[in-house]
Structures are given as C-alpha cells and as structure tokens.
C-alpha cells in the first residue's frame, strides 16, 4: 500500500515566473490541487520535504494550508530539464473511498534457468484502486522460470480491491527467453583490406612504370 504523507504548505495568491523564481530561492515549490467541478487551489510547500516525499510511487498525501485540508495524489511534476530540481507539482483532490487510476512500475526478482534471461515487457501498468490502498510497485516472480516462459497481464497478482487497466489481458508483461549470441563478424573488413592492398599494388606498379619509362 502507498504511502500516506503529510505536507504542510501556505496559500499561494501570486503568480507568474517571476514569483515562481522567487519561491524557490525561499525553498519552496509552488504547487496547484485540482478538484473536479470546483476551483483549483494554489498552494506553496517546502521544497525539501516535498521533493523527499515524491520519490514515493503513488504516495497519498494530505495537504495542510491556511484553513484548510485536502487529501490528494500527484497528478503532474514539473522538473528543471537541466538542473532536475522540482518546479511546480499538480496534484488531484480526492476522498476516501474514491478510486483513482495510476500507473504502477514492474519489478521482478529470483532466478530463471540455466542461461535464460527474464525481460520486462512493460515497465509500467495502469491500475485502478482506492486512494488509501493505492499500490507503489508491482513485484513479479521469475523464480524457476525457463526460455520461453511469459508471465501475461492477466496473471498479475495485484492487492486487494485493485483491477487491471489493460485492453488485452493476453498482454505479456514479462518475457524469459536465452539471449541471442553476437552474430559473427561479418568479413566485409578482410574484403575491405583485400581492395586496399589491389589499390597499392596497382599504384606500385603503375609507379614502377612511369619509373621505366
């Protein structure tokens, strides 16, 4: 189950870049709670702490600002694409009971047979589930499985009261299969080499002829 976490922040009534560039020189993260059919709320949170909790998949937070409380899950993440610091986050109101859909990373762990290797087939899937048992990953076994074997969609063993969000259950999430050997080397080089010592020993004797004449 996600995490619940706890973020105390500030209304947010000005706006803009320059407002934003100043927040975060003040260590903060301007940020903005949607809420289906009513205005969105705006709000600043301490960058430090926010960032930490965003390295939580799925996470459900509470967010405390001014007078109010609203549980909500991140719905965006704004990142500076060179220094990856934190620039504004959206976030999307929710209620207990509500569900919500989320994309769930796919792990695997054990061991396959022999020489085979398991590949993931799809790092993420979508899964719909309650806001307060939102799963943060989803760990796959491939203990003892051998090339050839598949691990589908359908198979996926997911927490309680969660489902699938996929067209094709058939789908293969996880694939075990031997790798391929490197293909040999084509001789294209050797040819290559073959053409070059035809070219000097055709420019030597060229050269020997004009030495003769």
Do not use: W
């Amino acid at each position: 189950m996600a995490s619940t976490i706890t973020l105390e922040g500030e209304p947010r009534t000005q706006f803009g870049k320059g407002v934003a560039r100043r927040m975060r020189v003040a260590k903060q993260i301007p940020a903005t709670i949607y809420a289906g059919g009513t205005e969105p709320s705006f709000v600043a949170l301490p960058m430090k702490e926010t960032t930490l909790a965003l390295r939580r998949a799925n996470a459900l937070f509470t967010i405390k600002f001014g007078n109010e409380t609203k549980m909500a899950v991140v719905k965006d993440v704004q990142r500076n694409p060179v220094k990856r610091i934190v620039e504004h986050i959206d976030f999307y109101e929710v209620r207990a009971g509500e569900k919500v859909i989320v994309d769930v990373p796919v792990f695997i762990n054990g061991a396959t047979k022999g020489a085979s290797v398991a590949f993931i087939d799809m790092q993420n899937v979508q899964v719909r589930a309650d806001v307060t048992n939102l799963p943060e990953r989803i760990d796959i076994s491939v203990e003892g499985m051998a090339d050839g074997d598949k691990i589908l969609a359908k198979d996926i063993q997911l927490p309680e009261g969660a489902e699938l969000v996929i067209d094709d259950p058939e789908e293969s999430i996880v694939t075990v299969e031997v790798p391929k050997e490197e293909s040999v080397a084509s001789p294209s080089g050797a040819a290559e080499g073959a053409s070059a010592e035809s070219s000097d020993s055709a420019a030597g004797g060229a050269a020997d002829g004009e030495k003769s004449e």
